[in-house]
């Protein structure tokens, strides 16, 4: 096997094409990983969720990662890696363009509200008290690999 | 779609069964992510990786975030979730122990050294130089929540 740095503009395709990944926050420098489904448009990834605690650790610190993978196998793979800060996109009016075109573009995903709308029976009255948190990723850096099978790195 | 709270054995299996995850560190309350196939043996999770930007901020930094999922659509998923302390198993004594039982359980893996030997060929000959880090996550916590389809949250 070898390993292929991918170019930024194969990193931005890879990330378009999964729709989907891992996002870490962190606080305390304690990380914290949750899947979630995600739309890409320029400099930002846009998605939402329901207020939690992952809300609460990218409110207090913005710094984030998202990686996206697709493995097939231990030598035939790609995973891509952002570094990035959360904006939250408020409900105000200085926030209300944005908002809606995130809106907007994660509307054009089937079944875009699912995972982001989880509620376990225990606490679904309280979570639903509370609208959705719309947000964006603003990508600092981004880089990726790609596993090629069957050729020996030199 | 309802979403159920998993035991501690339903997580751990979910663990065992996947044996491939997503691992996070932090440093600087920076997070990041990468993709790694692991092994579960009581309440530790073993694995190893070349030395890195990984290693260094989880020797800085132990603690960690491991995640797996399995999602078949927005409505039938599950999501284990682990917070632990990385453990490297040095080359040492000590660690001789841990360190063969970390190396004879992942040998039971196919492919196993693939992903954590991944190399670039710009950055190979540097890495090839040191050996791999082997190293276990003592699990502090777990969690897990399943998707349900077809059912509605009460």
């Known amino acids: 096997m070898n390993v292929i740095q991918m170019t930024r503009t194969e990193c931005l395709e890879s990330l378009c094409s999964a729709g989907f990944g891992r996002l870490a926050c962190a606080f305390d420098n304690q990380p914290y990983i949750v899947p979630m489904y995600f739309v890409v448009e ?4 846009y998605s939402f969720a329901l207020p ?3 809300v609460q650790w990218m409110r207090h610190n913005p710094r984030v990662c998202l990686e996206t993978d697709s493995v097939k196998n231990g030598s035939d793979w790609t995973s891509v890696v ?4 959360f904006d939250e996109l408020c409900d105000t009016p200085e926030s209300m363009q944005e908002r809606a075109r995130a809106h907007e573009l994660l509307q054009r995903r089937p079944m875009w509200w699912e995972p982001g709308a989880v509620v376990s029976a225990k606490n679904a009255d309280q979570k639903r008290s509370h609208g959705p948190i719309f ?5 600092d ?3 990726g690999f790609r596993g090629v099978p069957g050729i020996e790195a030199k």
Do not use: C, E
Request: a positive charge; glycine letters at 16%; hydrophobic letters at 45%.
């Open 52 to 54: 939690g605690q992952k």
């Open 82 to 85: 952002v570094f990035g800060r």
């Open 42 to 45: 320029g400099d930002a990834i």
């Open 141 to 143: 850096s981004l880089s």
């Open 135 to 139: 947000f964006r990723i603003l990508i």
